[in-house]
């Protein structure tokens, strides 16, 4: 009897959870005129079917290329200096490490709203505003770093020390020990944590709303901000524009959700 209470309440806490995502899908079909309705309808009377509209006339190919190219660039960086990092980190155990972690974990802490005015005038004195795409990257990059680093050293700390210290004794060097030795063996964290990485920059929108002033150039989340007028709101173009938007991004959590979740909790036990 308990278990199946136990799984009433993680169906009823799943429905509570997924009921968002069922209304967007829901309102992207609903005609205009019946999204407003009292009481609301839980399936469309007449659906629609406005993605390839919504998809040309927003111009979603070119803001969905941009969060392409900012995600891509973010997770290169972040897979770059982030996957030495959580090595060092794994492996050299001492004061000084732990507390070279623990501000790691406080950068975290930060909220983008936060850095992004001193992070703009950083760049503006540089020169980096003038190629804004790559000032988006460097900062969400900064922003995603300290995820990276840690969820990517629980992955080395599951590898023996033995290992490293027999490639050693067979003449490599530490760096070779780590390229050969250690990186294929964590290699399963650090696609996981890179996909996340990948995922969370693809729906970055605070540092390109205020660092990228060309249409052009915005990511597709700016692009929702074309259905809000100063005096109605699109909410059947949002939907639309969000299902487009959304989808792929699901499709890969379906996809990868059992290499997601053992990544995660790899380590869990150390």
């Known amino acids: 009897m308990k278990r199946y209470i136990l799984l009433a309440l993680a169906i009823l806490f799943l429905a509570v959870y997924l009921f968002p995502l069922y209304w967007m899908y829901l309102t992207a079909f609903k005609p205009s005129t019946e999204t407003f309705v009292y009481p609301p309808t839980f399936w469309p009377g007449d659906p629609q079917f406005n993605f390839v509209d919504v998809f040309i006339s927003k111009k979603m190919s070119s803001y969905l290329w941009n969060s392409l190219v900012i995600a891509i660039g973010t997770t290169a960086i972040a897979a770059f200096f982030g996957t030495g990092c959580a090595y060092a980190l794994a492996r050299v155990r001492n004061i000084g490490m732990?507390?070279?972690?623990?501000?790691?974990?406080?950068?975290?802490?930060?909220?983008?709203?936060?850095?992004?005015?001193?992070?703009?005038?950083?760049?503006?004195?540089?020169?980096?505003?003038?190629?804004p795409r790559l000032a988006v990257v460097l900062a969400q990059a900064a922003k995603v770093l300290p995820l990276f680093i840690v969820l990517t050293r629980t992955s080395f700390m599951q590898i023996p020390k033995e290992l490293e210290e027999a490639a050693r004794v067979d003449g490599a060097t530490r760096l070779g020990a780590f390229l050969r030795i250690a990186v294929p063996l964590a290699?399963?964290?650090?696609?996981?944590?890179?996909?996340?990485?990948?995922?969370?920059?693809?729906?970055?929108?605070v540092y390109s709303r205020s660092m990228i002033s060309e249409e052009s150039l915005q990511t597709a989340t700016v692009g929702l901000m074309n259905f809000m007028g100063p005096n109605t709101t699109d909410w059947n173009g949002i939907m639309t524009y969000s299902v487009i938007y959304v989808t792929p991004i699901l499709l890969v959590f379906v996809l990868l959700q059992r290499k997601i979740v053992s990544g995660l909790t790899a380590g869990a036990l150390k």
């Open 98 to 131: 732990d507390i070279v972690l623990f501000l790691i974990l406080m950068m975290q802490v930060l909220p983008s709203s936060l850095m992004a005015t001193p992070i703009f005038v950083l760049f503006n004195q540089i020169g980096l505003i003038a190629t």
């Open 187 to 205: 290699r399963n964290g650090i696609l996981v944590t890179s996909v996340l990485i990948f995922l969370q920059s693809f729906g970055e929108y």
